[in-house]
């Protein structure tokens, strides 16, 4: 349905996007994950035809965007991540004139419009300017907007920004109900647990390369069992490090240390509950301060954790 | 066709929204409007003063009493006589620096005295309207009346100054005073005139019929209005912008034309809403004839689109709000200034009133006025309808590529 090849974007020097390739099936949820700046919305709006990707090749529905722009547009649906909404034109009139953008016509156009409202649970204000809904009902709308036209794919880019848990769950469930319709929908966020729960693929990128790529059970297994530990606190550098080097000859044979400063250290191991007090006691005889400890169980954020060896998000 | 409707009709639904800014287009013009044509007739504004350049070829006594019968009593008030050659005279009625040029010809005193014919030569000057027709009107008089005038006319031409002194020397007071001279003549010319004193005024003949003043300020005033809501409607594209609209149209497959001629034709129908308005109470307030609102009205609506298409493309090609609406106020108060919309063309300096018809609003103005002041339904020419055509396309092309080239995408 939506295929990327090779994509590139270039600002000057800056390579906002870098050479991604990826593939979304029909009735599938990509997901593109990273943190601020990674080029997310860059790729996205090089798929939308907003931007012009510097090279690079990508087809929607079959549709090569750059030669066969308006049939590759038609099968897209857009909803970008600021809201685009006539704030001053009804609910139901801004899902009429997008449809209508879209080639849609009469009672076709009607009734589709009348389903949209419902499903983005607006019925009940459909003649209501939107400058008087809350930020979730805009964000509802919005969605609304990118999906009258009845889209092959969809492009939703962090739509759950700036959303309260209430609108966020029902937004859920529009983009998994136009999954289950069968639509391709390419989904950023820096949110894991977004991912985790909405993704049937995901592509991991930062920097504008993509660093990982797979199902969400291909990623996990891709990390292991392993714990991520983080601590705070005061890690004098060389014998820091010494006391890692003699923990693992001690017997922790996969304990890692991803990132190291002074004021803190990330590690990573299995079942790491059962090994804070041998870690804790070696540390401080190395001169070690730990005033915080953080230990997490491995999920899709550790994963970017190892794989970049910084957070999501700061 | 149906993106251009849909796309004309959410724009419509949307301004309808804030209707204050619609009515603040039409209030403030009129109010200005009013206000200048208050000031333009007032004691402290511009006077009609007018200069009667005399050219006195034949230098007889009668000829003098002619030249001097101008500048006598309450006419000498309101008309400056000054003597001048005949080449010196028609120099400056050329360059409309007076409001008449009268040459007597030699002879004319002999033919006086014999009543034989003899013709005088009067040249008003097309640029003014009152005091020309008053100089006009005098002139006939004298030339029926010889220099009994200034005595058989005074309470009519006291009419006229008093008037003057309120500041409202109008279009019905001359005309009052013609047709109050005109019976004294009709009156009287059998008993106390020679039957035999013929004179003929020639070239040119009163080459525009006096243009009442309140035709003069309808146009500016129309034009004010159209002026203010074309460049507040152009705005729009901004506020589309900041809402993200303009994006999503670039997503969609549809053209952008549609989207910007549908755009074009809420914002015609708006400013035609709003000039028609002020025409309305125009054709009534003057009572110009009916049958020359529908053309004045196309005219208004078809301007107002090339007006607006031309405002939005300044917008588009700024690089901010902020900097589309300062580059568009600097060009718009002086644009109204010098196209008549503060003071009507006609009141203008003669080189200033033509640079002024050259100015997109002038030039709309100018033909609006035609439209109402000559006779017919439709007055304005099929290649100025053309222009304004090609106007209004090629601001939207300006704007299309625009919105293509990154106004939609950032
Ligand atoms: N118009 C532009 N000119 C120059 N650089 C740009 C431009 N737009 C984006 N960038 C740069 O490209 C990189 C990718 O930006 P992008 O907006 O795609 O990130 P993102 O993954 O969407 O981030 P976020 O999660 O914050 O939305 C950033 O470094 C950004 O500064
Ligand atoms: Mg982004």
């Not at chain 1, 419009?113 to 919005?142: C, E």
């Not at chain 2, 409607?233 to 901004?238: C, H, P, T, V």
Request: include cysteine; proline fraction near 5%; charge should be negative.
């Amino acid at each position: 349905m939506l295929v990327v090849e090779n994509l590139i974007k270039q600002y000057g020097d800056l390579m906002a996007v870098d050479n991604i390739s990826f593939e979304a099936s029909q009735g599938t949820v990509f997901g593109l994950l990273g943190p601020n700046g990674a080029g997310k919305s860059t790729a996205i709006n090089c798929i939308s035809g907003l931007l012009k990707a510097t090279s690079g090749r990508i087809r929607v529905a079959g549709f090569d965007v750059q030669k066969e722009g308006k049939k590759a547009r038609k099968s897209l649906g857009v909803v970008p991540q600021e809201l685009a909404l006539y704030e001053d034109l009804p609910a139901i009139d801004n899902l009429r004139f997008w449809g209508k953008a879209y080639g849609m016509r009469g009672a076709e156009l009607q009734s589709r419009v009348q389903d949209v409202l419902a499903h983005i649970g607006l019925g009940d204000r459909a003649g209501d300017l939107p400058k008087t809904f809350s930020g979730g009902m805009k964000r509802r709308l919005n969605f609304g907007c990118g999906i009258v036209h009845r889209p092959a794919v969809m492009l939703l880019d962090e739509p759950t920004v700036g959303v309260d848990p209430q609108s966020r769950e029902r937004l859920f469930e529009m983009v998994e109900a136009e999954r289950n319709n069968g639509t391709c929908v390419l989904y950023t966020t820096h949110y894991m647990e977004e991912a985790e729960r909405l993704c049937d693929s995901v592509a991991i990128i930062d920097h504008g390369k993509l660093i990982s790529q797979g199902t969400v059970a291909e990623l996990r297994a891709q990390l292991g069992a392993r714990d991520v530990l983080q601590l705070s606190g005061e890690f004098p550098q060389a014998s820091t490090e010494l006391a890692v080097k003699n923990l693992v000859e001690s017997g922790l044979s996969d304990l890692e240390m991803i990132s190291q400063e002074e004021t803190s250290i990330t590690l990573t191991l299995t079942s790491g509950s059962q090994h804070l007090p041998a870690i804790f006691s070696t540390l401080s005889d190395a001169g070690g301060k730990v005033s915080e400890t953080n230990l997490r169980s491995p999920n899709l954020e550790t994963l970017f954790l190892l794989l970049t060896g910084k957070e999501l998000r700061e | 066709m149906d993106f251009t409707l849909s796309s004309m009709k959410k724009d419509l639904l949307r301004w309808m929204q804030d209707p204050t800014g619609i009515l603040l287009w039409i209030v403030l013009p009129l109010m200005i409007g009013g206000m200048t044509a208050l000031l333009f007739g007032g004691g402290g504004g511009v006077k009609p003063h007018g200069v009667l350049l005399i050219a006195d070829q034949d230098d007889s006594l009668i000829s003098g009493l002619v030249a001097g019968a101008f500048s006598q009593g309450e006419l000498g008030e309101l008309i400056s006589v000054e003597k001048v050659s005949v080449d010196a005279g028609t120099e400056r009625i050329n360059n409309g620096e007076a409001s008449g040029f009268l040459i007597i010809p030699s002879g004319f005193g002999a033919a006086f005295f014999e009543s034989t014919p003899v013709t005088l030569t009067l040249r008003t000057n097309p640029a003014q309207t009152i005091l020309p027709g008053i100089i006009t009107d005098v002139t006939e008089i004298l030339l029926d009346a010889g220099f009994y005038a200034e005595q058989l006319f005074g309470p009519e031409i006291r009419a006229v100054r008093t008037a003057d002194k309120k500041g409202a020397v109008d279009e019905v007071l001359v005309s009052s005073v013609a047709v109050a001279v005109q019976q004294k003549i009709d009156s009287a010319a059998t008993r106390i005139f020679p039957p035999a004193l013929d004179v003929v005024i020639v070239e040119p003949p009163p080459t525009e019929p006096a243009v009442p003043l309140g035709f003069l300020f309808l146009p500016g005033v129309i034009l004010m209005g159209m002026m203010f809501a074309a460049n507040g409607l152009a705005g729009d594209y901004w506020t589309e912008r900041e809402l993200g609209a303009l994006r999503r149209i670039v997503f969609a497959p549809s053209r952008l034309m549609p989207f910007l001629v549908g755009k074009a034709l809420a914002a015609g129908l708006v400013i035609a809403t709003i000039g028609g308005l002020t025409l309305f109470v125009g054709f009534l307030y003057l009572g110009i004839a009916w049958h020359k609102l529908p053309a004045s009205l196309l005219w208004v609506a078809v301007s107002g689109i090339a007006l607006f298409a031309w405002f939005g493309a300044l917008q588009m090609s700024s690089s901010s709000r902020r900097a589309g609406n300062l580059v568009t106020s600097m060009l718009l108060f002086p644009l109204l200034m010098i196209g008549g919309s503060f003071f009507p063309l006609a009141s203008l300096p003669n080189w200033m009133a033509a640079f002024g018809r050259r100015t997109p609003n002038g030039f709309i103005a100018d033909q609006l006025s035609s439209q109402i002041t000559t006779a017919g339904a439709w007055s304005i020419g099929a290649q100025n309808w053309l222009i304004v055509l090609a106007v209004a396309a090629s601001g939207l092309l300006v704007c299309a590529w625009r919105l293509q080239s990154g106004f939609a995408r950032s």
